[in-house]
């Protein structure tokens, strides 16, 4: 049997849990609003590029260019954004187990590894990791994936990775990110894109091949940094609804314990009540 | 001919739209369009041929009603269809938003790191070294003919 102090400390425990969880939960929805804004606000330019070079994609003369071309495929380079903590419920479960079942379709994995979470789940499973990046400050994210994009083209161009994928958690609403794995390059050619047409009276200055030069590494730098945002800003919405639920939570049991210790309390009180009465009783008999 | 042309040219304007990774969008209406692109300056008119552009570092500038507006753009693309302008850009900067005491401090450092910087004394040298030689056997001719 709990006595009553014993309940009281735990009252008090899990209320100093909650106020933790409050906290945590308020950081994560102020993060998320930034995160939310910043996102919105890459989305378009990501979507645009990736337009344009599709579009170069259905050109008959980029089918051998080194962006383009399908080579045979030995290794792929993966890159995978998890977090760097915890708490955020099946955030980063979930992404990493999409990856590792992408990876298992007969690829030979080099892992770009962005999180300490991904990190710890790749090493255990004794997986290809030729880079790891972890703790980067929210504000110096968009500069690092632009000399990220410059690292991933060399790898590509230099022949030691014929294909890239990304693996992120896509945000779409505060209740609902999907896990995904995209191909980053080769650029996909023959997409069928909505409102194309006469795709050979478009002129491309001053040529066809220096605009690839300088589109690409653009686009690249956009879908690196627009995938970081979807990750950061899932990231931070799991968190947000974890630390709900886990406040929920949290009240739920003090409720349930304040009512236990009440309840202790009161039988007490009834004891020494009927104890006095009892006695009073037999006195005056 | 001309005139049917000037009048299409009238009638229409640009619809200029500038996206930047941070989504501030800029969208404006105008007359012209002159753009620094890597290999010169690009002007647009209305009713411009369809052409995909890679912008270089310079003043973007916007005319309308015989207005000129000036937006300071940092590489990107541009793509043209008909009247409509599409600048991707990672920076795009309207005057207001340029910090010029910053802009005038960095030009400053940047100026004087050029002036010391080994590369322009270099080249400095190898002028001053040229031209030495040039008139060493410049003036070894003028013996030859003093004889």
Known sequence: ????????????NVRSTEQIIRAMDMVASTKLQKARRQLEGVRPMYHELKRVVEEIGNKEEVEDHPFYFERKVKNSLYIVLTSDRGLSGSYNVNV?????????????????????KGNEYFKKRNKNIIR???????????????NLAEWVSELYLSGEVEE???????????????????????????????????SDEK??????????????????????????????TSEQAARMVNM?????????????????????????????????????????? | MSEQQTELVQGKKITLNITTPRGEKF????????????????????????????????ILRIFNDNVEKKIAVFNGIVEIDGTNVNIFSTIAQRPDEIDLERAEQDRRE?????????????RSLQVVLRRSLVRIEVSLHLDDEDE
């Open chain 1, 96 to 116: 990493l187990a999409h990856s590792l079942k992408h990876m298992n379709e007969g690829k030979n994995e080099k892992i770009l590894v962005v999180g300490s």
């Open chain 1, 244 to 285: 709900d639920a886990a406040g929920k939570n949290a009240s739920d049991l003090i409720k349930d314990l304040t009512s236990m210790y009440n309840r202790k309390r009161q039988a007490a009180i009834t004891q020494e009540l009927s104890e006095i009465v009892g006695s009073a009783n037999f006195l005056s008999k």
């Open chain 1, 132 to 146: 790891k990046i972890t703790n980067i400050a929210d504000a110096r994210v968009y500069y690092g994936t632009e």
């Open chain 1, 203 to 232: 002129k491309y200055e001053p040529n066809l091949a220096t605009f690839i030069d300088h589109v690409m590494p653009l686009y690249l730098h956009m879908s690196l940094f627009r995938a970081f945002s979807e990750a950061h």
């Open chain 2, 110 to 122: 940047a100026e004087a790191a050029l002036e010391a910087s080994e590369e322009v004394q270099m």
């Open chain 1, 164 to 198: 890239v994928y990304i693996a992120y958690t896509r945000f779409e609403n505060v209740l609902s990110y999907t896990p995904q794995v995209e191909r980053l390059l080769p650029v996909a050619t023959g997409v069928e894109l909505e409102g194309f047409e006469n």
């Open chain 2, 27 to 58: 969208v404006e209406e105008a007359d012209m369009l002159i753009m620094r692109c890597i290999d010169g300056d690009l002007g647009v008119l209305p009713r411009h041929e369809p052409v995909s552009a890679v912008l270089g570092e310079g």
């Open chain 1, 1 to 12: 049997m709990t006595s009553m102090r014993d309940i009281k400390q735990r009252i008090e």
